[in-house]
């Protein structure tokens, strides 16, 4: 497998433009993840999934944010409309639910938001 | 809720011992993580341990944890220039009915001198 893939590696946008982060899981996972990683905060837990039901998007910053997974192998965080404060690395992550198991990352994708 | 710390900088010479700490508050059956983050890349994890053990080694590195103290250590022998990276430390609490979000430490910067 090759591993987590998100997609665009980077993405400049304007204020007020929509951006779409993409995210393909390792198959056979059936946890994913979405984390936002900045300077100040560090990383946080935006949403995630399990068997493609979001379970806890308390970590959702705003109604801005909005994230879908329409089946096992895609996941979109979609942000409309963007602001520079939403600049960050975003990261998604899949897991497989057994004891001893752990979280594999993609590479992140950085947004800026000028 | 979760909340796990740890000091943002740590500074070595090349070939000494790097310890980084961590702290963390759940006090249920728990998987503990060390990530380390390169410039530019994705998570990669290191190690992990569950909080029924005191001990890990694995090569150069090794997991301490204190569980009375809810204290989580990293150490790596005879640390390389190639070691600088910032290194997370999370917590997953398991319960046996599947998994929760990970909750992720700000990050430790190692800085080598040379």
């Known amino acids: 497998d090759a591993g987590v893939i998100q997609s665009p590696r980077h993405e400049v946008t304007e204020m007020g433009q929509e951006v779409t982060l993409r995210c393909k899981p390792i198959?056979?996972?059936?946890?994913l993840f979405w984390y936002r990683q900045t300077m100040m905060r560090g990383l946080e837990l935006l949403i995630y999934?399990?068997?493609?039901?979001?379970?806890?998007d308390s970590g959702m910053p705003e109604d801005r944010f909005s994230a879908k997974m329409p089946n096992a192998s895609f996941s979109t965080l979609k942000i409309q409309p963007s602001e520079p404060r939403d600049s960050a690395v975003y990261f998604c992550?899949?897991?497989?639910?057994?004891?001893?198991?752990?979280?594999?990352f993609g590479q992140g994708t950085r947004l800026t938001v000028v | 809720g979760e909340d796990v710390e740890q000091s943002l900088f740590l500074s070595v010479r090349e070939g000494d011992s790097s310890v980084i700490n961590c702290t963390y508050t759940?006090?249920?059956?728990?998987?503990l993580y060390w990530y380390k983050q390169e410039p530019g890349a994705g998570l990669q994890l290191l190690t992990y341990i569950f909080s029924n053990m005191d001990m890990k080694q694995d090569q150069r590195l090794t997991v301490l944890l204190n569980k009375k103290d809810k204290h989580l250590s990293l150490r790596i022998a005879d640390t390389q220039t190639g070691d600088s990276a910032i290194y997370f430390c999370?917590?997953?609490?398991?319960?046996?009915?599947?998994?929760?979000?990970?909750?992720f430490g700000k990050g430790t910067h190692l800085i080598i001198q040379p």
């Open positions: 198959s056979g996972h059936d946890y």
């Open positions: 759940d006090s249920s059956s728990t998987y």
């Open positions: 999934f399990n068997n493609n039901v979001p379970i806890d």
């Open positions: 992550a899949s897991l497989l639910s057994q004891e001893g198991t752990e979280a594999f």
């Open positions: 999370a917590e997953l609490p398991y319960s046996g009915g599947g998994a929760d979000g990970l909750t």
